[in-house]
């Protein structure tokens, strides 16, 4: 039997009379069997994948190519509703990270995305490394692309064993050969970077680690509420009772409300430790 390569696998997954589903995940971060520089980050993990998906998905076709890219995995299910020949996710670990191996939702849409051969034949993955994508996620990649360094790869193809003795199953990496590939072209390039920081954004909302956290912007400030603030910088503190008879209480509790004041036991009007920082440091 001729030796079987990725490209023919997405052929067969995309030909034939009842079709397969085929998972090919992009890293860099780990060496295989070629000399590798190691980095996880800017070796063109993404160039690789959409390349890849132009060549052997869409025929050259880019604008299939774009219409079929996600960033984030609630993305999928639009993906599913329309169906596609196959789809590239960039940077997986963003949002199916190892810290949502435990997540049942996560290992339920795992298990569903077993089963949606109909819809979409060849999923194309970007990750630093294999072990940064939460374990679900992880067991239902067929072939690792290695990038060695911007420009040159290696395949290797995840095979499992049945071993009779243990009566479990044995994985092992087969290597399927190495090449080169090209830079995107400019208005690709360009129409990515735009894609990639408008799919960034969108993730960062939802990072709970954002979730409450008040920027104070000095320019956004109003006269009235800059000369209260000069003025509790300049004796500490102002109770509530004094801003009441003066009329800034309304202008006080605004500025609570955003992050520029705290309010202690005593009703007693100060300065937040962000805005110390961004007051004292103008001064």
Not at 76 to 93: I, K, P, S
């Amino acid at each position: 039997m001729t030796r079987m390569m990725l490209r023919d696998y997405i052929n067969l997954a995309l030909s034939a009379p009842s079709g397969y589903m085929l998972w090919i995940l992009v890293t860099s971060g780990a060496e295989g069997k070629v000399a590798s520089l190691g980095l996880d980050y800017g070796a063109g993990k993404s160039t690789f994948g959409l390349n890849l998906l132009k060549t052997e998905v869409y025929a050259g076709n880019w604008e299939r190519v774009k219409q079929n890219c996600v960033g984030a995995y609630w993305e999928f299910e639009d993906v599913l509703d329309r169906g596609a020949l196959g789809v590239y996710m960039d940077d997986m670990q963003a949002t199916l990270g190892k810290d949502k191996s435990n997540s049942p939702e996560i290992k339920a849409l795992a298990y569903y995305l077993t089963t949606v051969r109909p819809y979409v034949k060849v999923w194309i993955a970007s990750a630093p490394d294999r072990n940064m994508i939460c374990s679900s996620f992880r067991m239902l990649f067929h072939f690792e692309v290695v990038i060695a360094r911007r420009g040159k790869y290696e395949v290797q193809q995840l095979k499992k064993y049945l071993d009779f003795k243990k009566a479990e199953r044995r994985k092992k990496y087969t290597y399927k050969g190495e090449g080169y590939f090209l830079p995107l072209p400019p208005a690709i390039q360009t129409w990515y970077e735009a894609w990639r920081d408008q799919k960034n954004r969108m993730i960062r909302a939802q990072l709970q680690a954002f979730k409450g956290i008040k920027r104070l912007h000095l320019e956004r400030l109003t006269a009235p509420e800059k000369d209260l603030l000069s003025h509790i910088q300049t004796v500490g503190f102002v109770r509530y009772e004094t801003l009441h008879e003066k009329d800034q209480s309304h202008v006080a509790l605004k500025l609570k409300r955003r992050g520029w004041l705290e309010v202690d036991r005593g009703k007693r009007f100060m300065l937040s430790e962000q805005a110390e920082d961004i007051l004292f440091g103008e001064s």
